[in-house]
């Protein structure tokens, strides 16, 4: 099954080889901005091997607008947001409706729950709202780089497939 | 200072106040108050005011020889946290619980990142008291409780937070 086919619109990849090679572009959603500098930072020292750019957002409705105009290939989102939390953004991002429209690409990015909210019940919201996996805070190094590795590797799987 | 079981609810609030408050320490809810004496920073080491793993790990972040990342992160949080206090004593005023418990959780996040344990323990608890609930986040409280429980509370978390503040001070004072 063809990279086209799967995902509707042409990407610049010809093979899962490719997606190796080829660093990502990252949304960081959240209202605080200490948090923001300090995953800013974490993504700049430590994941120049996997990470090509990093956009920040300071809060779920500036997200959604971003998306629906931009792609990218991973979203590190805070839960507790005013307006719109870290899951209602989520959820608009996988429902893609009219009403809120992203980018088809950006409807099945991988989103990685970044929080202190970390509870096994918040876990499982998160996971059936379709994030990928959840970081608590204050992050470790080891943990953030598991979960995006993981998150990129089941983007891969789809690709494959 | 008697730490209240986080499995227990307080029986009554002024239980619950006195743990909080202790009995040996002055009471500072002023910044004015603190006292100006030079303190090594190793001597809070043991107060368990900064969490070393995650503190360390945000120097680690910093270029070599120059911890200029990580200060200004930490001067940004003493902006923050002032602005946040400031919102926390005017949503008190109103007893805005909502609001304290959003505060509350605003900086508990930043607490945390830096390190700063005491400091974001409490701000978890005013997120629970907010939300009338006790200091575990599990029973209910009432309006009244919560309003006692908060006013002894930021209290405390100023204290805290002086106290991560002067450590943190000296720290970069002593890398100058």
């Given at each position: 099954m063809s990279v086209d086919s799967i995902h509707g619109h042409a990407l610049r990849?010809?093979?899962p080889l490719q997606l190796d090679q080829r660093k990502i572009k990252v949304m960081i959603v959240d209202d605080n901005s200490i948090n923001l500098s300090i995953l800013s930072r974490m993504l700049e020292k430590h994941f120049t091997d996997i990470v090509q750019l990093t956009v920040f957002m300071t809060s779920g409705v500036e997200a959604l607008q971003r998306l629906a105009t931009e792609e990218f290939d991973l979203i590190l989102m805070d839960i507790?947001?005013?307006?719109?939390t870290g899951v209602q953004t989520t959820v608009a991002i996988r429902q893609n409706t009219s009403e809120c429209p992203v980018l088809e690409h950006n409807q099945n990015v991988p989103i990685i729950a970044v929080t202190t909210s970390d509870g096994a019940e918040q876990r499982a919201l998160y996971q059936q709202v379709g994030m990928s996996d959840c970081v608590s805070k204050p992050i470790v190094l080891s943990k953030l780089r598991s979960a995006i590795e993981g998150a990129m590797k089941g983007i891969k799987r789809v690709l494959c497939e | 200072m008697t730490a209240t079981s986080p499995t227990q609810a307080p029986s009554t609030a002024e239980t619950a106040i006195n743990n909080i408050k202790g009995t040996e320490e002055p009471e500072v809810?002023?910044?004015?108050?603190?006292?100006?004496t030079e303190t090594d920073a190793?001597?809070?080491?043991?107060?368990?005011?900064?969490d070393h793993t995650t503190f360390d790990q945000l120097l680690e972040m910093d270029d070599e020889e120059d911890h200029e990342f990580s200060r200004s992160l930490v001067w940004n949080y003493f902006e923050q946290a002032e602005k946040t206090f400031e919102d926390m004593n005017n949503a008190m005023e109103k007893l805005d619980f909502p609001d304290l418990s959003r505060l509350g959780h605003f900086l508990k996040g930043s607490s945390a990142a830096l390190g700063l344990t005491k400091v974001k323990e409490s701000c978890e608890k005013l997120q629970h008291y907010g939300n009338r609930k006790d200091a575990a986040g599990v029973n209910n409280i009432t309006n009244e409780e919560a309003e006692t429980l908060i006013s002894a509370l930021l209290v405390q978390m100023r204290r805290e937070y002086n106290e991560a503040e002067s450590y943190l001070k000296v720290f970069y004072d002593g890398q100058e």
């Open positions: 990849l010809d093979s507790d947001m005013p307006v719109l | 809810a002023d910044k004015g108050a603190e006292t100006e190793d001597e809070f080491e043991d107060n368990g005011i900064i």
